[in-house]
């Protein structure tokens, strides 16, 4: 084997070895990427904030122990939230769950893990709880497609899929509604 050979099979080698580096290396990212939390630009710790609608009006009051900010989107990451959404009677609907987020305009909200809904002072007690409850404080509405239990004073009812209509006070279950009557004793 001539001195020429020897350098081409060596080149050859090292492209090969390079080739590899590089495509395991770019694996590496794409998985870091897809696992990775990102670092927020500012975190809140024992806080309490109102967002405004566009028309000035309040869209929701928060109230937690922590938010945290991604920079690149402004969606926000919360624990164990409780949240107050205004009727058109400036009552409010009580929320509150293990963990939410909130898009960056604040036009949507996800409630996660151990939701309750409870409807404002004023109204027939109402309380609600489901896994995920997504609000749309906008248009006044909640909704979610995961199953829901509705307790009143002498009444349970369970179904799948729930639409609340925040403004009017108006909750419609969507399927497999089943309801008990307990009497008061």
């Known amino acids: 084997?001539?001195?020429?050979?020897?350098?081409?099979?060596?080149?050859?080698?090292?492209?090969?070895?390079?080739?590899?580096a590089i495509?395991?290396?770019?694996?590496?990212?794409?998985?870091?990427?897809?696992?990775?939390?990102?670092?927020?630009?500012?975190t809140l710790h024992?806080?309490?904030?109102?967002?405004?609608?566009?028309?000035?009006s309040e869209a929701f009051t928060l109230v937690a122990p922590q938010l945290q900010r991604?920079?690149?989107?402004?969606?926000m990451d919360i624990a164990t939230p409780r949240f107050y959404f205004p009727d058109s009677k400036a009552r409010r609907w009580r929320a509150q769950s293990r963990?939410?987020?909130?898009?960056?305009?604040?036009?949507?909200?996800?409630?996660?893990?151990d939701v309750?809904?409870?409807?404002?002072?004023?109204?027939?007690?109402?309380?609600?709880?489901t896994a995920s409850l997504d609000v749309f404080p906008d248009a006044g509405?909640?909704?979610?497609?995961a199953e829901v239990l509705i307790s009143q004073p002498g009444v349970t009812i369970r179904g799948r899929g729930l639409e609340a209509q925040l403004e009017n006070n108006r909750v419609t279950l969507k399927s497999e509604v089943r309801s008990r009557?307990?009497?008061n004793p």
């Open 70 to 75: 991604n920079p690149e989107n402004r969606e």
């Open 23 to 42: 495509q395991r290396q770019q694996e590496r990212l794409h998985r870091d990427d897809n696992t990775a939390s990102y670092r927020s630009d500012y």
């Open 46 to 56: 024992d806080f309490q904030l109102t967002t405004l609608n566009k028309d000035g």
């Open 141 to 145: 509405i909640a909704s979610t497609d």
């Open 99 to 113: 963990s939410a987020w909130v898009n960056a305009d604040g036009s949507e909200v996800r409630l996660r893990d």
């Open 1 to 20: 084997m001539n001195w020429r050979t020897a350098i081409m099979l060596a080149l050859i080698a090292a492209s090969i070895a390079i080739g590899i």
């Open 181 to 183: 009557y307990v009497p």
């Open 116 to 129: 309750r809904l409870e409807a404002p002072d004023g109204e027939s007690p109402l309380r609600m709880e």
